[in-house]
Nanobody, 115 residues
Framework: QVQLVESGGGLVQPGGSLRLSCAARGWIFSINNMGWYRQAPGKERELVAVITNGGSTNYADFVKGRFTISRDNAKKTVYLQMNSLKPEDTAVYYC?????????WGQGTQVTVSS
């Protein structure tokens, strides 16, 4: 059984930073893309950032220059460094990965940006 274990969410003031982590546990190999999505109350889930197994990255326009995605293939872990956080970044953040054509999702971690 494959599990994606997320951590790092929480409450932060505007302008602050958080680092999310997502580790894949279980019998999983040949991970291709790894990414982060988010879903705010009343809104659809949206892509935040994605990184390929070769290290190429792609970001949503609303996080460019503020968020950085990275991965550690040996640890089967993807990270999201979030800087200059804004109240509109408040959402549940989900990690996602693709392995041999199968998509997996984390359970979600809450990020709240508020003073």
């Amino acid at each position: 059984q494959v599990q994606l274990v997320e951590s790092g969410g929480g409450l932060v003031q505007p302008g602050g930073s958080l680092r999310l982590s997502c580790a894949a546990r279980g019998w999983i190999f040949s991970i291709n893309n790894m990414g982060w999505y988010r879903q705010a109350p009343g809104k659809e889930r949206e892509l935040v950032a994605v990184i390929t197994n070769g290290g190429s990255t792609n970001y949503a326009d609303f996080v460019k220059g503020r968020f950085t995605i990275s991965r550690d293939n040996a640890k089967k872990t993807v990270y999201l460094q979030m800087n200059s956080l804004k109240p509109e970044d408040t959402a549940v953040y989900y990690c996602n990965l693709d392995a041999r054509g199968i998509g997996y999702w984390g359970q979600g971690t809450q990020v709240t940006v508020s003073s």
